[in-house]
């Protein structure tokens, strides 16, 4: 290795530079023969090297991102939980709403027929007092009748 842990990050970038200078150009555009296994090994030791904070970083940009996807799939499940609540409501609501108006029919049919009921027991009533009343007209007419054929007796 390059002089190991005791290089801070810009020695080595410093002899990561000279190295690829040092590579050989060839005549095709911008380009360079360098020495793969020591730039690697340079790469190696400036990672090494690195201090903590830079790790650290790197950690909570991961951390971070994995968090973001966390929250968005929570976020995504409250969402759906509210959407089926609400729709849970709405036709529980709706539901409510169907009974209120059976219980309305219900008892207006009740009603009208409890209103027919006391008519036909007042006329039933005045009927049953008609026949009665017819009666006891009759009978009081046969009284008349025996009294009158008594009296016309003496």
Do not use: H
């Not at 996807?69 to 849970?88: G, L, T």
């Not at 108006?101 to 007042?122: D, F, P, V, Y």
């Amino acid at each position: 290795m390059m002089g190991g842990l005791s290089l801070n990050i810009l020695s080595l970038l410093d002899v990561l530079e000279d190295e690829l200078e040092r590579g050989t150009n060839l005549p095709i555009g911008n380009r360079a023969l360098v020495n793969k296994g020591k730039c690697l090994e340079i790469i190696r030791d400036i990672r090494l090297n690195m201090p903590e904070e830079i790790k650290q970083a790197e950690w909570i940009k991961m951390e971070r991102q994995r968090i973001l996807v966390e929250a968005q799939k929570e976020s995504e499940a409250i969402i759906r939980d509210a959407e089926a609540q609400i729709e849970s409501l709405i036709e529980e609501n709706e539901i409510t709403q169907r009974a209120y108006q059976q219980a309305r029919e219900i008892m207006e049919s009740c009603q009208n027929n409890a209103k027919e009921i006391r008519l036909g027991t007042r006329e039933y009533a005045d009927n049953l007092l008609e026949k009665v009343e017819n009666y006891l007209i009759e009978q009081l007419e046969i009284l008349k009748r025996n009294r009158q054929e008594l009296s016309d007796m003496k």
